[in-house]
């Protein structure tokens, strides 16, 4: 966090929200984002699909009119793709020049082809000016007994997948 609100102070300023076309400017906090979308993407199954026939797929059968699920937490957390994949590593997208969308099959929080999110466009703006804004314009700190013990970041599996325990956190005017 304190690299990104680094990068914000050094090319946004202190106290403002950030504004769309600044977010290209900010390479850390796409990263971080990106990280954020690999390590917890809000999907984890994206929607179901159904085999329209039967398939072949790196020798497995998938007959035709299964339902097929794509696990792209599974994917976010492959060690074949990702090194040391349980780490939040935002820089990893610095050097990697991977995105989200729908391209680039170890990432597609959104989808792919054609039945790909069509809300991406507004969601990744969206993302990047709430989250920027919001490390921009507060301090941020844990209470103190998160501070001792750590954030917990066990998940709750469902259609979307969100924190089990919801984030508890202190804002403070820079
Ligand atoms: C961070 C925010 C969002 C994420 C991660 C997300 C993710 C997804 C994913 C994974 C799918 C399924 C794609 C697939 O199975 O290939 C989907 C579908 C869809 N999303 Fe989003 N979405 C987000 C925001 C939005 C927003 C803001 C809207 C509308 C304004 C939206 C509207 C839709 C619709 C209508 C579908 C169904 C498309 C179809 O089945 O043809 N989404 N989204």
Redesign the pocket.
Same mark, same amino acid.
């Given at each position: 966090m304190a690299k990104a609100c680094a990068e914000l102070r050094r090319v946004i300023g202190e106290r403002r929200n950030i504004e769309e076309s600044e977010i290209g400017q900010l390479p850390y906090l796409q990263a971080v984002v990106k990280e954020t979308?690999r390590l917890h993407?809000?999907?984890p199954l *994206? *929607?179901p699909?159904r085999a329209e026939k039967t398939t072949e797929i790196m020798g497995y059968t998938i007959p035709n009119g299964s339902r097929v699920l $794509?696990n $792209?937490w599974a994917i976010g957390r492959d060690a074949n793709i990702w090194p040391e994949p349980e780490k939040f590593t935002p820089e990893r997208f610095l050097v990697k020049a991977v995105d989200f969308k729908g391209g680039d099959f170890e990432l $597609?929080?959104?989808?792919?082809?054609?039945? $790909?999110?069509?809300?991406?466009p *507004?969601?990744?703006r969206?993302?990047h000016l709430v989250l920027g804004s919001l490390l921009n314009q507060f301090k941020w700190s844990l209470p103190a007994e998160l501070e001792r013990n750590g954030v917990d970041m066990t998940e709750k599996f469902g259609v979307t997948l969100v924190k089990a325990v919801p984030l508890r956190a202190i804002p403070a005017h820079v």
């Open positions: 979308f993407p809000p999907a *994206l *929607l699909r $794509i $792209i $597609i929080p959104f989808g792919a082809g054609r039945r $790909i999110c069509p809300g991406m *507004l969601a990744i969206m993302v």
